[in-house]
């Protein structure tokens, strides 16, 4: 009998011990972080501060590792209310996440409180002269010497041909194969040939995919991890994928200057070329570091986001055949006004294709690729009546914009009709940022994928081989067998 009494005293002990220590520790941040900030915290808005080093980060990646990355913002809204607004602590810092569209909005416009603030994984492993490191106005200057190269109406016009005759040749290929494709797989093969050649010429760089696409997979998920450089860890592994990622791109820029050494001038010029060669107004040429952060950064952006947007975007046409034959008649439609002597797709065609675009922007609204966009209060900001203050990292969720009912009715469902009775409010479509630092390749991740579905629609229709597939949203999401799929010629209307 002493013995039963002894037991449950101890363990009485134990699980009031446990208590008290998991309270403790669930308080660490807040000390650290918010006593600090004195009367100045009760301005603050409701949220979590996590655990210590931590703080939410196992409850972020344990949600975007499963089917519902919503359930991460679902428990804030559940437990404090649809504020809008929340503290926090996510990837090393104390942070503010915002997920209503005017709040989204004023963060990203407001240069004059807010600066860059992506984690330091992310600044990292882009490089110290990436667009996600430098200062507002280092990245104007960068953003107007590259951006209209690569972005601009007479640039998107000439890369038509490219990239149309790319994708022709690949949906012979996967038609043509006995065996299901891994769809987003051959999809990054075929948007990193067409960024290379954009940046580096047809046939100057033989590049083995397969290595590039490890190494940029490691670069991607260090960049979303916490930043701890020690074996076995993901940040370490995206560590190592920059280095080498960096080794091949600064062999391809020593070979290019040795050959202009040799040749004086070049003729046939590629974007690596004009990034070598531009100079601002004070005749200040871009530095060797310059150079191979950008080669690096777009060259992840450029295929990365044009390959998972193009997956998905098939997926749900494939899911939404009448939706599927409303884009096919549109196409059909531009094809039976083109001049007889015209054999290619053009950039004109593209943007008269009012329906494919509004299919192309649901799939992003939908999807949401990129979960959030990250600044830094430069100063204590008063948002919505409450206090973010100096040194807090702020987080864009745009993921709970793209699917919040308020701003969409059945955010859950694929329905590009409703793009054509609404106009999203400023702040509400955020799938490549907004103000001074929006994504300068936005037009061409949304030209490849309209090509590929101007291809795809007329021509082809897939099967999903495991269409149950477990999906997770890190570092973008994707089916976990990436989309295996077969690729079959559609018969021909008669």
């Not at 040799?262 to 974007?271: A, D, E, H, L």
């Not at 004109?348 to 609204?365: C, F």
């Not at 409010?425 to 940022?433: D, H, N």
Request: proline share 5%.
């Amino acid at each position: 009998m002493e013995l039963e009494v002894a037991a449950s005293v101890a363990l009485a002990v134990l699980i009031v011990a446990y208590g008290f220590i998991f309270g403790v520790l669930k308080r660490v941040n807040e000390w650290i972080y918010v006593s600090r900030l004195g009367e100045k915290r009760a301005s603050l808005p409701p949220g979590d501060m996590g655990w210590p080093l931590v703080g939410k980060m196992w409850s972020f990646l344990r949600a975007f590792r499963s089917g519902d990355p919503d359930s991460f913002l679902s428990t804030f809204i559940s437990r404090f209310g649809a504020t809008g607004i929340y503290k926090t602590y996510m990837f090393g810092s104390p942070s503010i996440i915002v997920c209503k569209p005017e709040t989204c909005r004023r963060v990203l416009t407001d240069d004059q409180n807010f600066k860059l603030g992506y984690p330091k994984a992310v600044k990292v492993l882009t490089g110290r002269r990436s667009f996600h490191s430098i200062s507002n106005a280092e990245h104007k200057r960068l953003r107007r010497l590259t951006a209209a190269p690569i972005t601009g109406s007479e640039a998107l016009s000439m890369y038509v041909p490219g990239i149309e005759e790319n994708i022709v040749a690949s949906l012979e290929e996967w038609s043509s194969s006995d065996q299901p494709v891994e769809f987003l797989t051959g999809m990054k093969k075929v948007t990193f040939e067409i960024i290379t050649n954009i940046f580096f010429g047809l046939d100057q760089v033989d590049f083995n995919f397969k290595t590039m696409e490890i190494l940029y997979g490691d670069l991607a998920r260090g960049m979303k991890s916490a930043p701890i450089n020690f074996p076995g860890f993901t940040f370490h592994r995206g560590v190592k994928a920059r280095r080498e990622l960096v080794k091949i791109l600064q062999a391809i820029v020593d070979e290019r200057k040795a050959l202009k050494g040799r040749n004086g001038s070049i003729t046939r010029k590629n974007m690596l070329d004009m990034l070598m060669e531009v100079e601002d107004e004070d005749k200040r040429k871009l530095e060797e570091e310059d150079i191979i952060d950008i080669l690096l950064m777009y060259l992840l952006a450029g295929h990365e986001t044009s390959a998972h947007g193009t997956m998905w975007t098939a997926l749900y046409l494939h899911e939404h055949p009448d939706i599927l034959q409303k884009a096919k008649e549109e196409q059909e439609e531009i094809i039976s006004r083109r001049p007889a002597i015209q054999s290619g797709l053009t950039l004109k065609e593209i943007r008269q294709s009012q329906y494919l675009t509004r299919v192309v922007d649901e799939t992003l609204r939908r999807i949401s690729l990129s979960f959030a966009v990250f600044r830094e209060a430069k100063a204590d900001v008063n948002v919505n009546g409450y206090l973010i203050p100096k040194g807090w990292k702020v987080m864009v969720s745009s993921r709970a914009v793209h699917m919040d009912p308020e701003n969409y009715l059945d955010p859950k469902k694929f329905d590009p009709s409703r793009w054509e009775h609404i106009k999203a409010k400023a702040g509400a479509f955020l799938p490549f940022g907004a103000g001074s630092r929006f994504c300068p390749g936005s037009d061409l991740a949304k030209l490849e994928i309209s090509i590929f579905l101007h291809q795809f629609l007329l021509h082809y229709k897939l099967e999903r081989v495991n269409p149950t597939s477990p999906v997770s949203h890190l570092p973008l999401p994707h089916p976990s067998d990436n989309c295996l799929v077969r690729f079959e010629k559609a018969p021909l209307d008669t």
